[in-house]
């Protein structure tokens, strides 16, 4: 982890954790987590953010308490089963789908293993949002958000604004930044990708 500045970190593939699922049925790459040193039993976390790696048909995890969102980023993409809802099928890549963590899921994959992107929050502490960032423009700031987070999902982007110099965010690296005034508002930091293949997901984490 690169601590460029205080409230602004740079994470790389080396700062992740691979670890099996709650279940057991799957691999997880957790990207970001809070607090740190949570756990997916014995010490619940406030949010998470990861990327699951799904080679067969299978049951989700259950995590009661928990909104949790969702985007196809390899494969042909998969289907949803749920105990209270409506199946969902999932095929259009960056796409966030939104669901409860509480609900039984079975997934069933159209065509072959799939990797998602996954975010999930404890919706007693806090709340979250995903969206795909335009380039070039602007960082915006949620309404009550406290914590962005940008994943690049291939080719790369610079921030601008936020240091003397631009910060540069290749694939598979994470951008994680606490709000504060004076880069936020004052700086306006400006987002630019390096080609037209570059693809970046957004969290918005709201106490």
């Known amino acids: 982890?690169?601590?460029?500045?205080?409230?602004?970190r740079l994470l790389q593939p080396e700062d992740y954790r691979r670890m099996p699922?709650?279940?057991?049925?799957?691999?997880?790459?957790?990207?970001?987590?809070?607090?740190?040193?949570?756990?997916?039993?014995?010490?619940p976390f406030d949010w998470r953010v990861s990327i699951a790696d799904i080679d067969n048909h299978c049951e989700f995890s259950r995590f009661p308490g928990y909104d949790r969102s969702i985007?196809?980023?390899?494969?042909a993409?998969?289907?949803?089963?749920f105990d209270s809802a409506p199946s969902q099928r999932i095929d259009q890549p960056h796409l966030p789908f939104n669901f409860k963590g509480?609900?039984?899921?079975?997934?069933?994959?159209?065509d072959g293993p799939v990797r998602d992107f996954n975010v999930m929050s404890?919706?007693?502490?806090?709340?979250?949002?995903?969206?795909?960032?335009?380039?070039?423009?602007?960082?915006?700031?949620?309404?009550?958000?406290?914590?962005?987070?940008i994943y690049c999902l291939s080719g790369g982007f610079s921030l601008e604004g936020l240091l003397d110099d631009q910060i540069e965010v290749n694939t598979g690296n994470t951008l994680l930044l606490e709000k504060r005034s004076d880069y936020t508002v004052v700086k306006n930091p400006?987002?630019?990708?390096?080609?037209?293949?570059?693809?970046a997901v957004s969290v918005y984490i709201s106490a």
């Open 71 to 75: 985007l196809l980023i390899e494969g």
């Open 1 to 8: 982890m690169h601590e460029l500045a205080s409230g602004i």
């Open 21 to 43: 699922w709650k279940n057991g049925l799957g691999m997880t790459t957790e990207l970001a987590v809070f607090p740190p040193d949570a756990g997916l039993v014995d010490k």
């Open 102 to 110: 509480e609900t039984q899921t079975y997934c069933r994959l159209l």
């Open 190 to 199: 400006k987002m630019s990708a390096f080609s037209k293949d570059t693809f």
């Open 122 to 149: 404890a919706r007693a502490k806090c709340t979250h949002a995903c969206e795909m960032p335009t380039s070039p423009g602007p960082i915006r700031w949620r309404q009550h958000s406290e914590i962005l987070l």
């Open 77 to 81: 993409g998969m289907e949803l089963s």
